[in-house]
């Protein structure tokens, strides 16, 4: 990656997808900076991440789609999530966090996704600590990343350069290349806001850099009516007239949850924010 591609000259920053996400961490770790990456999938990976930890459930993300994600839950002993349509017909948990709240309590569950769990992977893979962030939990998401970034200063000393990269997962187009996805523009945008709010005494000038103040500035122009902007949205849209408009509804649970979902030994585990 290119150093003009970094945002390095800001503790916030933000870009899209898995690829984005691997080159700017793997360029801020080479830099010595200890890095907090936030992934966004608000419809639906997050919120489902969301909804489950708040059960007493860990969630692991699985990449891909196919015969392994099987083999992969028998082996950490987890409920494999199924897709939504064979879990319409033969019941189940899905990517779907109206049927994970159904569910009740399961105790592990694997999450395969294209677009969430493949870009917490190669975030982890490429040395962040990943936390999972939606609109339900985006105040609490902050609040833990306040306190990494104190705790980071004070275990790598005060020259150390904590960064939080902050990565709206987005959709896929059919041929797979990426669809930048508005509702996940607006995720990372209420993280960013918050995040500001609890900063901007001490942040300075360079605290965010242009990509997530753009994101912060989505988020104030939906935040109250965000119920509406996400059914009317194209993602939202399509859940809606596919007969999943309680993902929707979901998804809209602005700060409902207290809990912040950190990657731990692979799944995201519910930990519980101070502020």
């Not at 339900?136 to 980071?152: E, K, Q, Y």
């Not at 990565?167 to 500001?196: F, I, M, T, Y």
């Amino acid at each position: 990656m290119q150093p003009w591609h970094a945002q390095d000259r800001h503790v916030v920053r933000l870009d899209w997808g898995p690829g984005a996400a691997e080159a700017q961490t793997a360029y801020a770790v080479a830099a010595g900076s200890p890095v907090c990456a936030v992934v966004v999938d608000v419809l639906s990976f997050t919120t489902c991440v969301s909804v489950a930890v708040d059960a007493g459930i860990r969630v692991h993300p699985y990449r891909w789609k196919d015969g392994s994600a099987r083999a992969f839950a028998d082996g950490v002993g987890a409920t494999l999530a199924r897709g939504r349509s064979e879990a319409r017909v033969d019941g189940g948990v899905s990517l779907s966090p109206a049927s994970i709240r159904a569910a009740g309590p399961l105790g592990d569950l694997v999450l395969p996704s294209p677009n969430g769990s493949t870009t917490t992977a190669v975030l982890a893979g490429a040395g962040a600590y990943v936390v999972a962030a939606s609109l339900r939990n985006r105040a609490a998401v902050a609040g833990w990343i306040v306190d990494w970034l104190d705790a980071s200063r004070r275990s790598h000393g005060p020259a150390s350069q904590p960064a939080v990269l902050v990565v709206p997962s987005g959709e896929r187009w059919p041929d797979g290349s990426l669809r930048p996805a508005v509702e996940d523009l607006w995720g990372a945008g209420a993280v960013v806001a918050a995040l500001a709010g609890l900063l901007e005494h001490r942040g300075g000038p360079l605290l965010l850099s242009p990509e997530a103040e753009a994101a912060g500035a989505a988020w104030l122009a939906v935040e109250h009516r965000v119920d509406e902007a996400l059914h009317a949205c194209a993602s939202g849209l399509e859940l809606v007239e596919q007969g999943w408009p309680d993902d929707v509804a979901v998804a809209a649970e602005l700060d409902a949850s207290s809990l912040v979902p950190v990657l731990t030994d692979g799944a995201y585990t519910g930990r519980a924010s101070v502020r």
